[in-house]
């Protein structure tokens, strides 16, 4: 009778176990707390700048890494500080009328999410930028307490590459790159 219970006991522990290890998260960006940051060296200087996250949501299995949502920035908030040349941006290089949204659309998350403390993850999907959708991997270092989660990652953008105009002229040369650095924070809820 008491080897029942605790066989009885013991599955019912396995099958607890299981259920937590196989549920489905979802990742619910706070954009107001979230920062996205721009650099890119010019002649003579660096100039840096910012823009807004508009909204986020990503369910992820933990088990599988399976993950689908988007990430979304506004295209139309980046800044740099200086007017003249923010016009110029939205105008003839980000063309943010035309392309409002920067969407990064996550497919896949690799590495192991701690529900506590530190991870070390991979997020892997598709950026729409511009008019253009592009395959890729952004390593991410998330820091869970709670169900509140920091993770910041940087990106380099080979902004010319991908189809954007070149800003220089004259004797003003400006990298044909951009460092994107983020640092985004949102809630980790069970589903």
Request: with cysteine; net charge positive; glycine share 8%.
């Amino acid at each position: 009778m008491l080897r029942c219970r605790i066989v009885s006991l013991f599955l019912a522990a396995l099958s607890i176990a299981s259920a937590l290890s196989a549920e489905t998260l979802t990742f619910e960006l706070d954009p107001e707390a979230t920062f996205i940051g721009m650099t890119f060296g010019a002649t003579l200087h660096t100039v840096g700048g910012a823009l807004q996250a508009k909204h986020g949501t990503v369910r992820i299995n933990p088990e599988t890494g399976a993950a689908s949502g988007w990430i979304v920035l506004d295209a139309t908030s980046a800044r740099t500080g200086n007017a003249r040349r923010d016009r110029k941006m939205h105008e003839k290089i980000l063309e943010s009328r035309r392309f409002p949204d920067i969407v990064f659309d996550i497919q896949r998350i690799s590495g192991t999410i701690n529900r506590t403390g530190n991870s070390d993850l991979q997020l892997h999907g598709y950026l729409d930028f511009h008019g253009d959708r592009r395959l890729i991997e952004l390593p991410v270092l998330a820091t869970t307490q709670g169900d509140r989660v920091t993770a910041t990652a940087s990106l380099l953008i080979p902004y010319v590459q991908w189809g954007l105009k070149d800003p220089s002229f004259l004797l003003l040369r400006v990298e044909k790159e951009v460092r994107v650095t983020v640092k985004a924070v949102g809630r980790l809820k069970p589903e």
